[in-house]
Nanobody, 118 residues
Framework: QVQLVESGGGLVQPGGSLRLSCAAS????????MGWYRQAPGKQRELVAK???????NYADSVKGRFTISRDNAKNTVYLQMNSLKSEDTAVYYC????????????WGQGTQVTVSS
């Protein structure tokens, strides 16, 4: 069992930055593929970024060059650094954990709201 707790969301102006954190409980964090997903009002949940056990990453086209996912296995934490934020990045951001690099994992955090607005 993996429990995930996100933090770091908030209100930011367009062009600003935020860093999201996701702390995981349990001893299996280093074996999990970690991902960030987001869901905007009226839209389906979508993948933002993933990082595998080896540290390889992939990103949604809409965030490439602006967002960076990273993980610290010693701290059981995954991060999402978000720069050059746009209004269309406004959503609830969810942390996800699993073993598949291509499918959503079974473990979800509670979500953290990110609002980009002037």
């Amino acid at each position: 069992q993996v429990q995930l707790v996100e933090s770091g969301g908030g209100l930011v102006q367009p062009g600003g930055s935020l860093r999201l954190s996701c702390a995981a409980s349990g001893s299996i964090f280093s074996t999990q593929v970690m991902g960030w997903y987001r869901q905007a009002p009226g839209k389906q949940r979508e993948l933002v970024a993933k990082t595998t056990v080896s540290g390889s990453t992939n990103y949604a086209d809409s965030v490439k060059g602006r967002f960076t996912i990273s993980r610290d296995n010693a701290k059981n934490t995954v991060y999402l650094q978000m720069n050059s934020l746009k209004s269309e990045d406004t959503a609830v951001y969810y942390c996800n954990a699993g073993v598949s690099p291509v499918r959503q994992g079974p473990y979800w955090g509670q979500g953290t709201q990110v609002t980009v607005s002037s």
